[in-house]
């Protein structure tokens, strides 16, 4: 039985900028953390966009892709990073897209188990989900909907507040992430009628998406290449399941990543169809707390 959707807590990201490719980078670190840092939209945390697309599907690329990459180029780019887009790749209807894979189509069956459709997103974990084969009253899959559902979600205060540091370096070959998470509190309503106190536990989910900016590859649906912004391409951690209290931190969790030359389509291994540009690579790390639907 497929659970309820679970909610992202708090997102940060770490930006790995590469001039050249030497061990010597082996020495440089860059992060960002969330921690004492004030949101650009005075939002309670950084939600995040999860995008379900296909570059053989006519609405997505009629609508739903061009209205994505529009908003992140508004404002994703701007200074504090105020929310976080993921593009994941499917083939649904058949047709041909070099970028999916059996990792970002089980991410759209998370979402929407059984029958699943795209264009569809999910804001914050699912807190706000649009088209796909999501509820008829789910709203559609357009630019006001998901600036709508970005500011709904970041403006949510209660939930479960965490800070996250996520560093990485990248040798050449591998990056090498980081992730130290703290619990701040429970900002959960607390209901007066019941004679049960609110559980503060947080049951998190930790998942670390490795994202390519400005992939280029062919839409059968426009006849040209196309760029798009923010590819999944793997995950550096998938699900780390991790259980904590108010004040407590989960620190050093590690993972490394080697850029792959290889993808999986259809439980098949197969050469990657778009070589990835190390340069345009980093994480996005994500907590998602699974008791919040």
């Not at 609405?59 to 180029?73: I, Q, V």
């Not at 059996?102 to 929407?112: I, L, T, V, W």
Request: glycine residues 8%.
């Amino acid at each position: 039985v497929f659970e309820s959707v679970k909610v992202a807590v708090a997102i940060v990201i770490a930006l790995s900028f590469c001039t050249s490719f030497t061990s010597s980078l082996a020495a440089e670190i860059q992060g960002v953390e969330t921690e004492n840092s004030e949101h650009p939209y005075q939002w309670t945390h950084r939600p995040i966009l999860e995008h379900f697309t296909g570059l053989s599907c006519p609405p997505c690329m009629s609508g739903a892709h061009p209205d994505a990459t529009r908003l992140w180029e508004e404002e994703g780019y701007t200074e504090g990073n105020p929310w976080n887009y993921i593009e994941f790749h499917e083939l649904n209807g058949g047709g041909e897209d070099d970028l999916m894979t059996d990792e970002a189509r089980d991410r759209m069956k998370y979402y929407q188990p059984g029958v699943s459709g795209t264009p569809s997103l999910d804001a914050d974990g699912g807190y706000v989900e649009m088209g796909g084969s999501h509820s008829a009253n789910a709203p559609s899959a357009n630019y006001e909907e998901m600036k709508s559902a970005l500011q709904d979600s970041g403006e949510r205060d209660q939930i479960k507040m965490v800070n996250l540091k996520v560093a990485s370096i990248y040798d050449g070959q591998r990056f090498s992430v980081r992730v130290d998470i703290e619990y701040i509190e429970n900002n959960e309503n607390f209901d007066p009628m019941s004679m049960e106190l609110p559980d503060d536990t947080l049951n998190g989910r930790l998942h670390i998406f490795m994202i390519e900016d400005h992939v280029t590859a062919w839409s059968t649906v426009n006849g040209a290449d196309v760029t798009m912004h923010n590819v999944f391409r793997e995950y550096a951690l998938e699900g780390k399941d991790f259980e904590l209290q108010p004040g407590e931190s989960l620190n050093e969790i590690y993972a490394d990543w080697v850029v792959p030359t290889t993808i999986v389509r259809d439980g098949i291994e197969e050469p990657i169809r778009v070589p990835i540009n190390p340069r345009n690579v980093y994480p996005v790390a994500v907590v998602y707390d699974m008791d919040d639907t």
